[in-house]
């Protein structure tokens, strides 16, 4: 007899269907795992031993052959386990095949039996409900599977005894309750911070429409501080970017207690990050940095720091809004739609320019500093502005500016009008119009074009340029609600592609 319990493989944050076959035949006494199984797939053979000991079961003094079809998908994780020796008890007829077949399966096994959390849970269940079968997963993976919603059937026990008992019919398994937990993380204010104000409104555009923005300036001058603020005026997450970014979290394993992630992400990494865990990879192709800030932020502090080829590997994500693992036999993709925000000195020192503290080596410090940075990454920032460094007594004395709450009032309104203006286009704000609707959309003053023709020769811009400078006029439009782009709004806008180095 061939017993069968489903489960699932994982390519990207899409899941893969694995029919976990298993026979008890006649021959050698013998345990083979076959179908490309991974190290920890392969190991599962002593957890499972070990785990019929604790049953006090004797494992079958046969030859017990157990395949992962399809055999030619690469095979890892530790959560083949549950539905491995599921299929073996189902093959001794401790558990019954018609019913195991109406769920998929996903956990690991402890030596004692006990059914461990496994990472990728939400997107498993939500493709279960879409193909009607329920779901089985450790008791501590039962919140987030319910998030896939009230009509997947979910046992969640905390021991393989549990389940052995409930298709018995001696013990009831009842269906987890969804228990909402809401994290309100509280962002720092705008109103620390005294003074910048062209700085703060350049973080006002880049939030109103989604823009990449880079600052430098010299140490203390306030720039992470102000990258730190910009996730408290980001519009909150909408119910469909809540399931995309948790499901993103969950195949990361960074999904807490159940609880989906309804902030937006902000992820600020250190500069020893390494191109895998920047863009993804490793030995299970987790999501890297670049995923993990979808629908959020990522902030690179001390930009120059970062090795080359990490901040070189930025420039497809950018573009394309999603991010490619290749590998030999597979492709692996992960959404990557996010802003990019970015700090750094103009120079080693951090004082260019400054007479009082310049080092000795100018111009050439800024100038090797400088040209760690490709010039390809520095023309994907739509906003480029220079944080200028403050009097300490001074700023001091200045008055507070407006509070992150009421700015995040105004991102809010202008995001609305592009929410209205593309509700039936594959847009989510000005920053991604592309193509023959960016002409549409972008519609200009005669004055306004010959400003953009002028400003383009003059700073030198190449069409990727020229269309940030377009999308950066279509949001300094829509925040002095104007329907048309005026010579002011591309002024602006062309102030921000200057830079002085």
């Known amino acids: 007899m061939v017993s069968r319990v489903s489960t699932f493989s994982f390519n990207g944050i899409e899941t893969v269907d694995v029919d976990v076959q298993c026979q008890i035949a006649s021959g050698m006494v013998n345990f083979h795992i076959v179908g490309l199984p991974d190290k920890a797939v392969a190991e599962s053979r002593e957890r499972i031993r070990a785990a019929f000991s604790s049953l006090g079961l004797s494992f079958p003094a046969k030859r017990v052959v157990v395949n992962l079809s399809p055999a030619d998908v690469f095979k890892e994780g530790s959560h083949y386990d549950l539905p491995i020796i599921l299929a073996l008890l189902t093959s001794m007829n401790l558990l019954p095949q018609d019913e195991i077949l109406r769920y998929y399966a996903m956990g690991e096994i402890s030596l004692d039996a006990g059914i461990i959390p496994v990472s990728g849970i939400l997107p498993a269940a939500i493709s279960a409900l879409g193909k009607n079968r329920g779901l089985i997963c450790a008791n501590d993976n039962s919140q987030e599977a319910c998030w896939a919603g009230d009509d997947l059937d979910i046992l969640a026990p905390s021991f393989i005894v549990q389940l052995l008992n409930h298709f018995k019919g001696t013990q009831v398994i009842p269906r987890p309750k969804l228990e909402i937990k809401t994290e309100v993380i509280k962002y720092p204010d705008f109103i620390d911070i005294r003074g910048q104000e062209s700085a703060k409104r350049a973080a006002e555009i ?15 001058s306030g720039k992470s501080m102000i990258a730190a ?14 399931l995309e970014t948790s499901m993103i979290h969950s195949i990361g394993g960074h999904i807490k207690e159940g609880g989906l992630i309804s902030s937006r992400p902000f992820r600020s990494p250190h500069h020893n990050c390494s191109m895998p865990a920047m863009t993804g990879g490793g030995t299970r192709a987790k999501p890297g940095e670049v995923s993990l800030s979808h629908n959020g932020i990522l902030f690179l502090d001390e ?16 573009e394309a809004r999603e991010v490619t693992i290749s590998r030999v036999n597979s492709h692996i993709t992960y959404p990557a739609n996010f802003q990019f925000i970015a700090a750094m000195n103009p120079c080693k020192c951090g004082y ?24 390809p990454l520095l023309d994907r920032f739509d906003i480029y502005i220079e944080v200028s460094e403050q009097n300490a007594h001074q700023a001091f004395n200045m008055t507070t500016g407006d509070s992150s709450k009421t700015i995040k009032e105004r991102v809010v309104n202008c995001r609305n009008i592009q929410k209205e203006r593309y509700k039936d286009l594959p847009y989510r704000n000005n920053s991604d119009l592309v193509g023959a609707d960016l002409e549409r959309f972008c519609v200009m003053t005669n004055e306004a074009k010959t400003l953009l023709e002028k400003g383009s020769e003059s700073l030198k811009l190449s069409m990727r340029g020229y269309t940030r400078v377009m999308r950066l006029g279509r949001t300094i439009a829509d925040m002095a609600a104007s329907d048309i782009i005026e010579k002011n709004h591309i002024a602006e806008a062309l102030s921000y592609r200057q830079r002085h180095y």
């Open 206 to 220: 880049c939030a109103s429409g989604g823009h990449n923005l880079l600052m430098s300036g010299p140490p203390g």
């Open 229 to 242: 603020r910009i996730p408290g005026i980001l519009p909150d997450l909408e119910p469909r970017e809540i």
């Open 303 to 318: 930009l120059p720091e970062f090795p080359r080829q990490v901040l070189d590997s930025l420039r497809q994500p950018l």
């Open 352 to 375: 260019l320019d400054n007479a009082a503290k310049a080092c000795s080596r100018a111009p050439k410090c800024a100038n090797e500093y400088q040209g760690k940075i490709s010039g």
